[in-house]
């Protein structure tokens, strides 16, 4: 079985610093969505998710060449939901970056992965950590300080059902995981994703979506958001602990202001940034502590 090529290349300098492949893969992430809020008045929510799942799943089919003859229908079962997850996540979070700043739509995202972290933890601490967490929503969606009516509702819940998408994506990214080697789960999904959006995609979209811009942008967020981390990701798993790998995850929202203040202009005020930091910390206290470990009788 043919093993995916970045995977094995020069592995000795790759890995030897895996915090920087981490940090690397959350900045990549976090400046992909920045130009992918450039290319939604373009072609809209569903042709920018048709165009990052196409062209990623072509870069990535290109260097990892996934098994597919062979596969039981339990395994194509759970690729498929994979795929399902995969798919509405980036159709919820594009369609909340078109209505929030790129800040905004990650840090309340993040919520996702947060409450599952906690609820699979089983901790107290976690519990309030994740009230800690919504207090910073609350604070960075500025529910506290404008008028119910002035609200984005339909932003704010786009960003939260990309979070449960994404809690979802993390539950299934491991099933997958046990059933295919390397990026093979991920290839085959982002296909199947593919297969979905792009005839959505050219519907809505039309030409727009195969100009020489929107393609360019398109291969941008394809490389940005999808190969370069998961790439990077995967070299770093491999030397890194699972609570270090978790700290640094936390700092997403971060990025993702940073991000938006360097790409798109978008400048968060001190209210929202405070309820960032909240996020992120709760973040760090949940996703930082090593899995608790079972004790063994006899």
């Known amino acids: 079985m043919a093993r995916p090529r970045v995977v094995t290349a020069d592995r000795s300098s790759l890995t030897r610093h895996p915090v920087t492949l981490v940090l690397l893969a959350v900045v990549s992430v976090q400046f992909g969505g920045a130009l992918a809020a450039t290319l939604l008045p373009m072609v809209g929510v569903v042709g920018s998710v048709a165009l990052r799942l196409t062209l990623a799943t072509a870069l990535l ?15 194509w079962g759970v690729v498929a939901l994979f795929a399902l997850a995969l798919t509405s996540m980036n159709l919820a979070f594009y369609g909340s970056l078109a209505r929030l700043p790129i800040g905004v739509a990650v840090t309340i995202e993040f919520l996702g992965p947060l409450a599952l972290a906690a609820v699979l933890s089983r901790r107290l601490r976690d519990a309030v950590a994740v009230l800690a967490a ?3 929503v609350v604070l960075i969606s500025e529910a506290l300080t404008t008028p119910w009516a002035e609200l984005d509702l339909l932003g704010i819940l786009l960003a939260a059902t990309a979070g449960a998408c994404w ?18 789960g991920i290839a085959i999904c982002m296909a199947l994703g593919a297969v979905v959006t792009l005839p959505m995609g050219l519907l809505t979209a039309g030409s727009a979506l195969w100009a020489p811009e929107a393609l360019l942008r398109g291969l941008g ?19 890194l602990r699972s609570g270090t790998f978790g700290v640094l995850l936390s700092l997403e929202p971060a990025a993702a202001a940073l991000a938006g203040l ?14 960032m930091v909240l996020v992120v910390v709760a973040s760090i ?7 608790r470990r079972r004790a063994h009788s006899g």
């Open 262 to 275: 360097l790409v798109l202009g978008q400048v968060l005020t001190a209210t929202q940034l405070v309820g």
């Open 134 to 136: 919504l207090a910073g």
């Open 221 to 239: 967020i394809a490389l940005l958001s999808s190969a370069v981390p998961y790439s990077l990701e995967l070299l770093a798993l491999r030397h």
């Open 61 to 75: 089919w290109a260097f990892v060449r996934p098994r597919v003859r062979g596969r039981s229908a339990a395994d």
């Open 285 to 291: 206290a949940v996703l930082g502590r090593p899995p």
């Open 167 to 184: 809690a979802a994506y993390i539950v299934l990214s491991r099933r997958t995981g046990a059933r295919f080697e390397g990026l093979d």
